[in-house]
């Protein structure tokens, strides 16, 4: 009986014990429920994955009840994984996007959150410091401006950005001074072709696989864009009819559908010739190729110069085994002999954009951590770490570069057109398209003739692929904007999306629709009097 | 601004807050049984009114979108707005527009413009009459096989710059006005009293800012007023020290007479 009695007593000694632990574990302060923030990019250069990894545990410190999960997706998978992510419900909290990939009518409104509100206020992690009080939008070198940060059609506020990035040609600068006896590179395109002759003879003296340049198809993409943007400098203020002294997508776009512009307009015509230059000193069959091979042939010693974003400066650093140096790519300018007349000069790298965007999911579950994280990460000291780890250049003001980012510090004084090339054209399409049959330009028997023909031929299948698409995704855009807009009056009271969004993107939207319907007539025409 | 609009939008009924937050999200499949749960309700009729709005706003955005469901939202505004004159009233009768300009596959762009009209001349200081508003002006500039020209066509739009009531809504008419002139290269100048006027109305975002600034500067300096053009592009310069047209404003003021 006694011990009967025992066992009672231990195991209600027991349970009571069990009790008191569970109870002390449901309110112990590191037992509270901490939110897990899920963010994803494709940032695989370097140590930029390092980077952000190091903001992200520095603020964990700061705010032991969040988590944060990153998603590192290589880029070639990226964006199809992104859309399964989005469309299922699936997707993280936070997600890199560059609307250089297309397609943001269609997605910002339907996916992302607007931040415009929330920009407009203080960033409370630069308590402080000298951006203490500013407007969080106010404390990004390019104030937000750039094409992700702000969306000028949407009239809103989207993308917080990380990074600003410039282009630049890196070389082998032990190879170079081998070669030429100097380790300076060249100041203009004159410059540059003597140094393609000179890295043609001295392989072929020391029988040796080398090229001028490390190409491929990614790289010829970073090249094309500055070569016809640069070379189509000239020619831009005849498409400026808005008077803005910037290309809007619309001024390229129709004024292709309009004929104002294509790769015959002589500015265009003579930046193939540059491009052709560019690809001829390449090596062989760098069209197949993918950029990790362009860097390796860098690497190896195969090629003197790769063409790549700043973006990849840490990851030569880390993996060259000689010293690196960078320049500008020197197009021709008004002093160049065959070029001159149609060049402008000096061009500049460009706006002050900032870039590697973050955008908030509108499905979000924890919306207010994700946002106080990209504040964090966007601050004067979050920025300072992301900066430091992954030696890219900032994107916040006050934030200082490394001594080995610096170098890569874009160039403003001169002219630029804005950040809409003729490369990009009508869009997506178009521009695979120009990708696609490049090949033709290159070689001993290619010619910029052999590519303008095929532009000619076939690219206005492709510029009208893109128009639908564009006018497709901007009803998309304009009618998802509506629904949205409607529930937020109606669920907070919240009008600040109505009247204004976006009067600017539908007037757009008619003017796409007249151009296409005036081009569809004018074919129509040229058609019957072309048939007996 | 928001507050503004708020006061305008004022005496809407709660309604099924959940509803409009989840479509807020866009989840329409939640939104949508959450406005038929309401409808269900013992309610107000103000509040019945709301949610059959709130399933008329959602189909409109539920995926995969059919013809039988955008159909099926004309049905459901039709009632709405014509069985009333309140909030839900105007708002449904904004979609009616909306429908006909964007929604159907062949638009019907008259009958859109005559339902923002018909919502213009009942309720035209009501927030959703002037959300028509800034798209009846696009359908004015940009008519569909009409004879007009595009003189006319800006004329008949800028007749509309009358019923704007809040300097946002006047600020928007402008901006698209000027911008329709740029597109069928009408004379520069005639887009200036309206760039002017959008930049006087102080309801610019800083990009737009940036834009219309160098725009009357350098139509300004096109067409003879170049103290006007350097006290644009001082503007500039002075408001957007980052901005990529710095160098070639530069230029620019410096080869001004």
């Not at chain 1, 997600?95 to 920009?119: H, N």
């Not at chain 1, 790549?308 to 010293?323: I, K, T, V, Y």
């Not at chain 2, 949610?51 to 539920?62: D, I, N, P, T």
């Amino acid at each position: 009986m006694k011990l009967k009695h025992a066992g009672i007593a231990v195991l209600a000694l027991g349970y009571l014990a069990a009790a008191v632990l569970a109870w002390r574990h449901a309110h112990a302060p590191e037992a509270k429920q901490k939110v897990t923030v899920r963010l994803s990019h494709w940032q695989l250069e370097g140590t930029v994955r390092e980077g952000i990894e190091a903001v992200a545990r520095r603020y964990e410190q700061l705010n032991p009840d969040v988590k944060v999960e990153i998603l590192v997706v290589p880029d070639t998978i990226y964006r199809q994984w992104m859309r399964t992510q989005l469309v299922g419900g699936t997707a993280p909290d936070l997600i890199e996007y560059t609307m250089y990939w297309g397609r943001i009518e269609e997605l910002a409104p339907r996916y992302f959150q607007p931040i415009s509100r929330q920009v407009a206020q203080p960033n409370p992690y630069n308590k402080g410091t000298p951006l203490e009080g500013r407007a969080w939008r106010d404390t990004f070198l390019d104030n937000m401006t750039g094409p992700d940060g702000y969306n000028t059609l949407m009239r809103d506020y989207y993308a917080p950005t990380i990074a600003m990035f410039t282009m630049r040609l890196f070389y082998n600068r032990t190879l170079l001074r081998e070669i030429t006896g100097s380790d300076q590179p060249p100041q203009t395109w004159r410059e540059f072709l003597g140094l393609c002759e000179a890295v043609r003879a001295y392989a072929k003296a020391k029988e040796q696989t080398l090229s001028t340049i490390g190409n491929s198809w990614d790289n010829s993409w970073w090249i094309a864009e500055p070569v016809t943007h640069g070379m189509g400098s000239h020619h831009s203020p005849k498409l400026d009819h808005d008077h803005t002294l910037s290309l809007s997508y619309w001024e390229i776009a129709l004024g292709w559908e309009r004929g104002e512009w294509s790769y015959r307009t002589p500015e265009l015509a003579n930046g193939l010739k540059v491009f052709r230059e560019l690809g001829n000193a390449s090596q062989p069959g760098f069209i197949q190729m993918k950029r990790d091979v362009a860097m390796l042939d860098f690497l190896r010693g195969h090629a003197l110069i790769l063409c790549a974003g700043s973006w990849d400066a840490s990851s030569l650093r880390r993996e060259a085994p000689f010293e690196v140096g960078a320049f500008r790519l020197p197009l021709p300018d008004a002093a160049d002999p065959e070029f001159g007349k149609t060049s402008l000069g000096p061009l500049s790298d460009g706006s002050v954009q900032t870039g590697t965007s973050f955008y908030l999911n509108k499905a979000s579950a924890h919306s207010e951590e994700a946002l106080d994280f990209m504040r964090f990460l966007t601050s004067v000291e979050g920025n300072q770490i992301f900066v430091d780890v992954s030696q890219w250049l900032p994107a916040i003001r006050g934030v200082k570069p490394t001594e080995f980012s610096k170098r890569f510090l874009p160039f403003y004084d001169g002219y630029n057109w804005g950040s809409q090339s003729y490369f990009s054209g009508t869009g997506s399409e178009l521009r695979m398209f120009f990708l696609q049959e490049m090949h033709r330009m290159f070689g001993p028997n290619g010619s910029v003739e052999a590519f303008q023909k095929e532009m000619e031929t076939r690219g206005p299948e492709y510029a009208d692929r893109d128009l639908h698409a564009h006018l497709r995704d901007s009803r998309v855009a304009f009618n998802t904007d509506d629904v949205t807009a409607t529930a937020r009056l109606r669920a907070t009271g919240e009008a600040d999306r109505l009247p204004a969004s976006p009067a600017l993107l539908e007037g757009k939207y008619y003017q796409t629709r007249r151009e296409m319907e005036a081009a569809a007539q004018r074919a129509e025409k040229t058609n019957g009097e072309a048939k007996p | 601004m928001i507050f503004a609009w708020a006061n305008l939008a004022g005496g809407a009924e709660p309604g099924a807050t959940s509803g409009w937050q989840a479509l807020a999200r866009l989840k329409t499949d939640e939104a949508l049984r959450e406005f038929r749960a309401e409808a269900e309700k013992p309610a107000s009729d103000a509040a019945k009114r709301d949610a059959e709005f709130g399933r008329g706003v959602s189909l409109l955005a539920k995926q995969p979108m059919t013809t039988e469901q955008v159909e099926e939202a004309w049905t459901i505004f039709n009632g709405l707005a014509d069985s009333g004159t309140d909030e839900v009233a105007q708002g449904a009768r904004y979609f009616l527009g909306r429908i006909a300009q964007h929604h159907r596959e062949q638009p019907n762009l008259a009958e859109a413009a005559k339902q923002f009209r018909r919502l213009l001349s009942e309720q035209e200081s009501s927030i959703w009459a002037q959300t028509a508003l800034s798209r009846l002006v696009l359908l004015e500039l940009y008519p569909e096989r009409s004879a007009a020209s595009p003189g006319q066509c800006v004329a008949t739009a800028r007749k509309l710059l009358a019923q704007a009531r809040l300097p946002v809504a006047q600020s928007e008419l402008h901006l698209v006005i000027a911008d329709a002139i740029f597109y069928y290269r009408l004379p520069v100048g005639e887009a200036l009293p309206d760039l002017l006027a959008a930049e006087k109305l102080r309801q610019l975002d800083a990009p737009t800012r940036a834009d219309v600034l160098v725009q009357i500067a350098e139509v300004s300096a096109l067409t003879g007023d170049p103290a006007q053009a350097r006290k644009f592009y001082e503007t500039f310069l002075a408001e957007f020290p980052l901005d990529q047209r710095q160098y070639m404003v530069k230029q620019k003021l410096a080869g001004l007479k």
